[in-house]
């Protein structure tokens, strides 16, 4: 089926420094793009999310880009702090599929202090 | 407060038992969904449902099976038939059509 993977599995950086976590995506009917953090033994929260019509869209210290032309997304987290280490999934949902979301399959996030 | 909640946290089977794990919310969400995490992996779908008395197999739903009597329950039953069953079970709510699905702190089944 359609998948949603990422680039790379994990990520260490300084604290302080941005952080940019990448995903692609194969499903060109996708509706949105979300982006959840997982600690360690805990269920996923929402960040953010972007409709597929759009480009960009910024929360607080978090910007995802979304680049249709090459199925990317990516997420980027400024000035990274030591509670941002976690894992970082991005999913897509789309009508089609009932707005369940498929899930890729992670980027660990280390803040180092 | 609001939110989903999942029993138990913890729970220990003997292979060829079924075991049913619970899921509740009141955050009054028509969709309910429930996923299935391996080590080290994404979550994966099983089952989900948009409405009461209704349900839909997700991409892994052999071995499972669900039921949706009432609105904030959800209940998910992981049968003998189900292979490899042990796994971190993490159930979700949302409004329907909604993105930003709520998800319960999960329950890691473990058959010995």
């Known amino acids: 089926g359609e998948s949603v993977g990422l680039h790379l599995p994990t990520l260490s950086v300084q604290e302080g420094d941005n952080s940019i976590i990448n995903c692609a995506y194969s499903?060109?009917?996708?509706?949105?793009f979300i982006w959840y953090k997982q600690e360690s033994g805990k269920g996923p929260q929402f960040i953010i999310d972007?409709?597929?019509?759009?480009d960009k869209r910024q929360g607080q210290r978090v910007t995802v880009l979304l680049n249709k032309t090459v199925k990317h997304l990516s997420l980027q987290i400024a000035a990274t702090q030591p509670g941002d280490s976690a894992v970082y999934f991005c999913?897509?949902?789309?009508?089609?599929?009932?707005?369940?979301?498929?899930f890729g399959k992670g980027t660990s996030l280390l803040v180092t202090p | 407060d609001g939110g989903i909640t999942q029993s138990p946290k913890y729970l220990f089977r003997k292979e060829g038992q079924n075991v049913t794990l619970s899921c509740e919310q009141n955050?009054?969400?028509?969709?309910m969904y429930w996923y299935r995490q391996d080590p080290g992996q994404g979550l994966r779908l099983i089952y989900y449902?948009?409405?009461?008395?209704?349900?839909q197999k997700g991409d892994i739903a052999e071995g499972y099976s669900v039921s949706r009597e009432k609105k904030e329950s959800f209940p998910l039953t992981v049968t003998s038939a189900q292979k490899n069953p042990t796994a971190f079970y993490l159930c979700?709510?949302?409004?329907?059509?909604?993105?930003?699905?709520?998800f319960g702190p999960g329950t890691r089944l473990t058959v010995l």
């Open positions: 972007i409709r597929s019509n759009m």
């Open positions: 999913a897509e949902n789309s009508q089609n599929s009932g707005y369940a979301l498929n």
């Open positions: 955050l009054n969400h028509d969709a």
């Open positions: 979700a709510s949302s409004p329907v059509g909604g993105n930003e699905q709520f």
């Open positions: 449902s948009q409405i009461v008395n209704d349900f």
């Open positions: 499903n060109s009917a996708s509706d949105y």
